[in-house]
């Protein structure tokens, strides 16, 4: 089982020492003072995805990225309940086989095209290509066929009764649906283009660029179809270590550490002596 962390017994010592206790999270949370809109956020990770191809990438820093750039049909609240993203609702036969998907209208790719269902239908049949090897197929692979009665709706036919469907072709990162007109281009080279030289999603931000052993620039969306992000701009940087990483906090060239470039937790202290960072 292993030695009990450090890093948990320092920061539970730094809670008493400022008199604080833990608390559970049952509701969302907020920091305190005003939100501001625009400007560039620059966040600081030693690590650098292998693809933002959300069907390929197998790293968690990859992963952060392509969730502000993509959207799936349902997303998990701070509750983990899943509510409405390209979805607005769902249905589910009465033998579990059939799930129908009621489609969000008016939302359009950062390429322009329009989100509609055979985007959806598409999705599936690439992550279900042999040929394209999507890293994981969980879900995709229980339908048997998706159709669309109209414009907005797709409905799922499975194969069998599989109880965390919803979670992995709705809610799961690696379910984010992609544009018909980069589907179309094939396996490889949608396995070698997307993801790596331009990335096409209905998210908050837009892939702008990718310098390797540097930096991701990603952009706002002004179209997005749901709350308008407030900044204009996402840099996340390659750093070769922890230690670059709370030198350019304290520089200011960065303004976080969060997500797969989190500092590790023996860091924590060293992080929170440096003046305005929480």
Do not use: C
């Not at 579990?96 to 598409?122: C, E, M, S, W």
């Not at 992609?178 to 490889?188: H, I, Q, Y």
């Amino acid at each position: 089982h292993g030695a009990p962390s450090q890093g948990r017994e320092r920061a539970l010592a730094r809670l008493r020492a400022q008199g604080a206790t833990t608390v559970p999270a049952d509701a969302p949370t907020a920091p305190e003072g005003e939100a501001k809109s625009g400007g560039v956020f620059t966040v600081g990770t030693n690590e650098e995805p292998d693809t933002l191809n959300p069907y390929l990438t197998q790293l968690v820093t990859g992963t952060d990225i392509t969730t502000g750039i993509m959207d799936p049909l349902l997303r998990y609240d701070s509750t983990q309940a899943l509510i409405p993203a390209l979805a607005t609702e769902y249905g589910i036969s009465d033998d579990g086989l059939t799930y129908t998907f009621t489609l969000r209208d008016g939302v359009k790719f950062h390429n322009g095209d329009a989100f509609g269902p055979q985007d959806v239908i598409d999705t599936w049949k690439m992550i279900m290509n042999e040929d394209f090897a999507a890293f994981s197929t969980l879900g995709w692979d229980k339908i048997t066929d998706i159709t669309s009665p109209d414009d907005k709706t797709v409905v799922m036919v499975t194969n069998e009764v599989f109880a965390p469907f919803l979670s992995y072709v709705g809610g799961d990162n690696s379910s984010a649906i992609a544009p018909v007109s980069e589907l179309a281009a094939g396996p490889e080279k949608f396995k070698s283009e997307f993801g790596r030289t331009r990335l096409i999603g209905t998210g908050p931000v837009k892939f702008t660029e990718w310098t390797p052993k540097q930096q991701i620039t990603l952009d706002k969306n002004a179209d997005y179809w749901g709350e308008a992000p407030k900044l204009d701009q996402v840099i996340v940087r390659f750093l070769p270590d922890d230690n670059t990483q709370l030198v350019q906090l304290q520089t200011g060239e960065i303004q976080a550490a969060i997500g797969s470039g989190s500092l590790g937790s023996l860091r924590v202290d060293e992080a929170l002596a440096i003046p305005g960072i929480t």
